[in-house]
């Protein structure tokens, strides 16, 4: 397998505009995890979804990110509009269900710059 | 959301020294604590993990303690390499949920 891929690897846009990233699981992984990583605030959890469904949204910082999960082998997270602190790098990550205490696997992640 | 507290932020050791990471944490759900290591432009990959019916656990040079009755753990690394110089994050998940929380995380940097 190919492992949890993200894309794009980066991302430069203007205040304002719409920023999608996008996430492909780990084959046969049935929890999936967006998170943001930042030097002040290290790896914030956003959003987890469980077989497709939106589990927990309570870190998504405000009603301009959204996520969904339309299928087991694809998630997008969509900001609107961007502005520059959303500047940081997102991790896509994904396990088998956490009652069986298992890896988190994480994507390469997407470096987002919101100029 | 920062349920784990880790500390230091920073780390500089020789070569051959034995860094020291702590994590702390509040919630008595958590049972399942792995520890992450990040290089630089990679995404983080779990290390080691324990669970808290066991006080320590030992993956080569790695090694997790823990103390349950503290609400605490710590990752030693043995004989510490410059290859081990990363960023490195504990974490933790408790029973009834798939939430991942993270510590903010350790730069540890090893000199020859």
């Known amino acids: 397998d190919a492992g949890v891929i993200q894309s794009p690897r980066h991302e430069v846009t203007e205040m304002g505009q719409e920023v999608t990233l996008r996430c492909k699981p780990i084959?046969?992984?049935?929890?999936l995890f967006w998170y943001r990583q930042t030097m002040m605030r290290g790896l914030e959890l956003l959003i987890y979804f469980n077989n497709n469904v939106p589990i927990d949204d309570s870190g998504m910082p405000e009603d301009r990110f959204s996520a969904k999960m339309p299928n087991a082998s694809f998630s997008t997270l969509k900001i609107q509009p961007s502005e520059p602190r959303d500047s940081a790098v997102y991790f896509c990550?994904?396990?088998?269900?956490?009652?069986?205490?298992?890896?988190?696997?994480f994507g390469q992640g997407t470096r987002l710059t919101v100029v | 959301q920062q349920q784990v507290k880790q500390s230091p932020q920073s780390l500089i050791v020789q070569k051959g020294g034995i860094p020291i990471i702590n994590c702390a944490y509040e919630n008595t759900a958590f049972d399942y604590f792995p520890w992450y290591q990040q290089f630089p432009g990679k995404g983080p990959a779990l290390l080691i993990a324990i669970r808290p019916d066991v006080s320590e656990k030992k993956e080569g040079r790695f090694t997790i303690s823990f103390n349950k009755s503290a609400k605490q753990f710590s990752l030693h690394i043995m004989d510490s390499q410059p290859g081990d110089s990363a960023t490195y994050f504990c974490a933790a998940r408790s029973y009834n949920t798939d939430k991942l929380i993270f510590g903010t995380g350790t730069r540890l940097q090893v000199f020859p």
């Open positions: 990550a994904s396990s088998l269900p956490g009652q069986m205490n298992t890896e988190a696997f």
């Open positions: 084959s046969g992984h049935n929890s």
